[in-house]
């Protein structure tokens, strides 16, 4: 079979202002045939998503090529003039980026995306017709724009866009990161069906093991800018060489594998919910009757798929979204469906929460020290304390966000939480963005300073062998309601509810 992606001592590097040089892309060698299914796996800034970019002819500005030949479909796509490489795009490579909201056109609809794509002689049933290939049926998602469809929908609208012209190589970077486990497994298997009934080669870059896993059958592992070890997918999953591939592989969340040891039921609450409903938008019901209680030093998992109502539940506690009806109150009775700007700072500062996204609560023009002391008011030696709790050291007092990772970052929204001394943390989704390792570290650290302040936790997740290495009860919810909860291990040895047992059978599938 002829190769239809060939890399041959690909050097990139990255130049910032100061003249100091960054290898990106360490004399990189990989050949990929055609109608071939090959996965590349790493961890943030192992180059990647570079590799994958550059196999279409796109180079980051900031990037340098300094060495060795890029050949795609036959076509040196570093070299090749940029009209050629235009022609290309879509008949003979075709790239889903990794942003959903930067890959489609927020004022475009579906249908305008097709005639950007195709023209705008393109018929409706050609639309159609790409659409029901990727698993959407029905000329509802015509008219509909971005914002107006799910992320798997959206991932399912690329997929349509970027085989439309039925390219000979599909290149895929991270096509689940935004999405549910649930979610996340359909598309794969709908990436699956269309390879193999229409025959392209597909490149797929993730940073998750089990995507690769259920994919590709041949994989390359990155560390660092290069290819540390490459093969048969399965063999080099079940008997890794190289020791990151090693790390890895020990990195991955299973449903039999305990970072910290479960507690025995605590009889005395931090916080209990009783019929406790949100509706949203004057019909919708993103929280229908909750009854949950958290109790004092314990670890409540949540887990569930998007619209939930697993982040409304803790945004509901901590007050920055109103109740509609029911009740919560903390230790003390006092009433939580009171607004934030009316709750006591005793009551303010008991209940911490951190978000998905640290980027959203770290201020960029402020260095750590800054950010974590402004409204703690701690001085010096406690913002250390904080640091060193989650294994941070001194030197990031004087960083900016900018200058820290996705995993330093959250460790920093997690040290600032704990200078307000909670009785109860609540973590939305803090591991959801990270790499495998960097997620297993947080986690272990996370463990580690429940341990040392006995403090209660509620921890929220899509994914359940994560919960289950923590937690110590579990809360399954959908649609609003609760479906199902108990003592984790009851939960994942004999789940009761279809939606649990279907989550439980994704995560034994994942391991490895």
Do not use: W
């Not at 509810?497 to 391991?511: E, G, I, R």
């Amino acid at each position: 079979m002829n190769a239809i992606l060939q890399f041959d001592h690909v050097c990139v590097e990255a130049r910032d202002g100061n003249r100091v040089v960054t290898p990106i892309l360490d004399s990189v060698d990989l050949t990929v045939k055609a109608g071939e299914k090959f996965g590349i796996v790493g961890g943030s800034g192992s180059g990647k998503s570079t590799l994958l970019r550059i196999a279409a002819g796109v180079l980051s500005p900031g990037l340098h090529h300094t060495s060795g030949n890029v050949s795609t479909a036959g076509v040196s796509m570093l070299t090749v003039a940029p009209k050629v490489r235009q022609q290309m795009y879509g008949s003979s490579v075709a790239l889903v980026a990794q942003s959903l909201g930067e890959a489609l056109t927020s004022h475009l609809t579906v249908r305008a995306h097709f005639r950007d794509t195709l023209g705008r002689d393109v018929s409706d049933e050609t639309i159609l017709s790409s659409l029901d290939d990727a698993g959407l049926d029905g000329a509802k998602y015509l008219n509909r724009y971005p914002h107006q469809i799910s992320g798997g929908e959206r991932q399912r609208v690329l997929l349509a866009l970027a085989l439309v012209r039925s390219p000979s190589l599909l290149l895929l970077d991270e096509p689940t990161s935004a999405l549910d486990v649930g979610i996340a497994a359909d598309v794969l298997a709908t990436i699956v069906r269309l390879q193999e009934s229409r025959g392209f080669a597909l490149v797929c870059v993730s940073h998750d093991i089990g995507v690769i896993g259920r994919v590709c059958d041949r994989v390359a592992v990155m560390s660092r800018g290069r290819i540390v070890e490459h093969g048969a997918t399965r063999q080099v999953f079940a008997a890794p060489t190289d020791p990151y591939t090693r790390s890895l592989l020990a990195s991955i969340p299973r449903l039999d594998v305990r970072i910290r040891e479960p507690h025995a039921s605590v009889q005395q609450p931090v916080v209990v919910v009783r019929d406790l409903t949100v509706i949203r938008n004057g019909s919708s019901r993103a929280l229908d009757s909750i009854n949950i209680e958290v109790g004092k030093g314990e670890v409540v998992g949540v887990i569930g798929e998007s619209g939930s109502g697993k982040s409304t539940l803790l945004s509901v506690i901590c007050g920055l979204v109103p109740s509609t009806s029911g009740s919560i109150h903390n230790a003390h009775g006092f009433d939580l469906t009171t607004p934030l700007r009316d709750r006591p700072a005793s009551v303010l500062s008991e209940i911490q929460m951190v978000f998905q996204n640290p980027d959203d609560s770290l201020n960029p023009v402020r260095t750590v020290e800054q950010s974590v002391a402004r409204y703690t008011h701690a001085d010096r030696e406690a913002v250390l304390a904080a640091l060193d709790a989650v294994e941070l050291s001194e030197q990031f007092l004087t960083r900016h966000p900018s200058e820290m990772s996705g995993g330093e970052k959250q460790r920093v929204a997690i040290a600032r939480a704990l200078l307000a001394h909670p009785q109860l943390l609540l973590l939305d989704e803090v591991t959801s963005a990270l790499d495998v390792t960097v997620q297993a570290s947080v986690v272990k650290m996370l463990a580690s300073v429940q341990i040392a302040t006995g403090m209660s936790m509620v921890i929220v997740s899509h994914d359940i062998a994560l919960i289950a290495s923590f937690a110590d009860r579990l809360i399954v919810l959908r649609n609003g309601q609760v479906v199902e909860q108990g003592f984790v291990g009851d939960v994942i040895d004999s789940p009761s509810d279809p939606f649990t047992q279907h989550l439980v059978k994704l995560a034994k599938t994942n391991s490895f």
